[in-house]
T-cell receptor, first 112, second 110 residues
Framework: DGGITQSPKYLFRKEGQNVTLSCEQN?????MYWYRQDPGQGLRLIYY???????QKGDIAEGYSVSREKKESFPLTVTSAQKNPTAFYLC???????????FGPGTRLTVL | KQEVTQIPAALSVPEGENLVLNCSFT??????LQWFRQDPGKGLTSLLL?????REQTSGRLNASLDKSSGRSTLYIAASQPGDSATYLC?????????FGTGTSLTVIP
């Protein structure tokens, strides 16, 4: 059953902590993306990767980091430098850069 | 920079009504346009993808049209049902990334 999985579904972070959000896909897609969704705003691109061991910053990369060591996995780390990290985070993938995107179920991050 | 707008932000209709959701974009140089559905607290589900060379796509009760020259797309939902209640987002693939609208929240009243 092909798809994109994200974990955890809910995540709570204390001030000053780094946290890592998981994203895995078994669609054999080359491109993967991380978006942030805030109430009343459209999705904003954090990072994207078109191939293994390569990734580029999106519009709001400050305070975030990623890695792409395997084709199937694209974890996102929210660092303590991100001042307002409370949001809904969505991972997506596509066969190539501007082809049809498919999304995971999302992770809701809350800062305590 | 590409800007995507969806109007109205919210829409409420009685069950059985046909309805149209609108999406406009500022730069006509696009690769494709994708319509999504999002239920509360969930990820996005792809509904329809229209390539830049196409005028429309259909899936069941859904029909999406694309007019690149005017920077507009519409999503037509026929015979609406309460299960259609959700937020509908459009996304434009342009300049090597996707740009999303803020969505239209649809409520279908039984």
């Amino acid at each position: 059953d092909g798809g994109i999985t994200q974990s955890p579904k809910y995540l709570f972070r204390k001030e000053g902590q780094n946290v890592t959000l998981s994203c895995e896909q078994n669609l054999n897609h080359d491109a993967m993306y991380w978006y942030r969704q805030d109430p009343g705003q459209g999705l904003r691109l954090i990072y994207y990767s078109q191939i293994v061991n390569d990734f580029q910053k999106g519009d709001i990369a400050e305070g975030y980091s990623v890695s792409r060591e395997k084709k199937e996995s694209f974890p996102l780390t929210v660092t303590s430098a991100q001042k307002n990290p409370t949001a809904f985070y969505l991972c997506a993938s596509s066969t190539s850069r501007v082809n049809e995107q498919f999304f995971g179920p999302g992770t809701r991050l809350t800062v305590l | 920079k590409q800007e995507v707008t969806q109007i109205p932000a919210a829409l409420s209709v009685p069950e059985g009504e046909n309805l149209v959701l609108n999406c406009s974009f500022t730069d006509s140089a696009i690769y494709n346009l994708q319509w999504f559905r999002q239920d509360p607290g969930k990820g996005l589900t792809s509904l329809l993808l229209i390539q830049s060379s196409q005028r429309e796509q259909t899936s069941g009760r859904l029909n999406a049209s694309l007019d690149k020259s005017s920077g507009r797309s519409t999503l037509y939902i026929a015979a609406s049902q309460p299960g259609d209640s959700a937020t509908y987002l459009c996304a434009v693939a342009s300049m090597s990334q996707f740009y999303f609208g803020t969505g239209t929240s649809l409520t279908v009243i039984p």
